[in-house]
């Protein structure tokens, strides 16, 4: 059987995904492999991933750490705030990665699955017709995308029916999302948690622990995520 699997957020763990695509068992050329964007950054090695992800033909869409670096190679180095120069120093060869990932879309309609890095508009059918930022960042839906992440209000998938499944990352804060039409798949492998991934065909979930805290949390700003188990 050929089979499918969702990677989520990798952001530089490499040995993590690594042993993710090992657990899954992937055979070149016959199963296929996509990744949910957030591939570089924050973590220890996103120049090692972006090359594995080559190697292994990973279908990635774009992610808001792959905007953010896109926005930085386009801006002069002179004038790079401080957050920048981190970016860059963390990315080691960020002109090489932009020119990567500046190739990978923001979305793609897999035949098992809707594919994006945050989450889609809710009460549109067309992603063309959405803003890229809020594909790229929402977590959270106020009924005319001005705020896109506000406790108060509804998570994005709550306002959302979609044909097929949507596997998307971005919200580690959150955590694991299993039910059957949403698949959050960023667990935070990069604040320790785990790395997940999901395949279709078997409907099962993968996952690898974080060999190390790579990226601190700030527990008071994000209270619920302490409570998460891994
Ligand atoms: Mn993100």
Redesign the pocket.
């Known amino acids: 059987m050929n089979r499918t699997l969702f990677i989520g ?1 990798v952001h530089g763990c490499l040995n993590e995904l690594q042993e993710i695509v090992n657990l899954f068992g992937y055979v070149p050329h016959k199963d296929t492999i996509y990744q949910t ?2 591939t570089i950054n924050k973590g220890p090695d996103s120049v090692g991933v972006i090359q594995f992800i080559l190697k292994n033909d990973i279908h990635c869409v774009r ?3 792959e905007a953010r670096l896109l926005r930085l190679v386009d801006t002069p180095k002179e004038i790079w705030t401080d957050k920048e120069k981190k970016m860059a120093a963390i990315i080691q060869e960020p002109e090489w990665v932009a020119s990567i990932v500046s190739q990978w879309p923001l979305w793609i309609d897999t035949p098992q699955a809707l594919l994006v ?2 989450g889609i508009e809710p009460g549109k059918t067309n992603l063309s017709s959405m803003d890229p930022n809020l594909l ?2 929402i977590r959270t839906w106020d009924g005319c995308g001005k705020d896109l992440d506000n406790k108060n209000n509804p998570a994005w998938y709550d306002c959302v029916q979609w044909p097929k499944p949507i596997v998307f ?4 804060m959150k955590g694991l999302l299993n039910v059957p039409l949403f698949k959050g798949l ?1 667990s935070g492998c990069v604040y320790g948690r785990s790395l997940s991934a999901w395949c279709p065909e078997e409907d099962r979930l993968y996952s690898v622990p974080a060999k190390e805290v790579y990226s601190e949390v700030n527990k008071k700003k994000h209270p619920y995520f302490a409570t998460l188990k891994t």
């Open positions: 957020d964007g957030d992610g808001n750490h890095h945050a790229l960042t990352g971005h919200w580690a960023d």
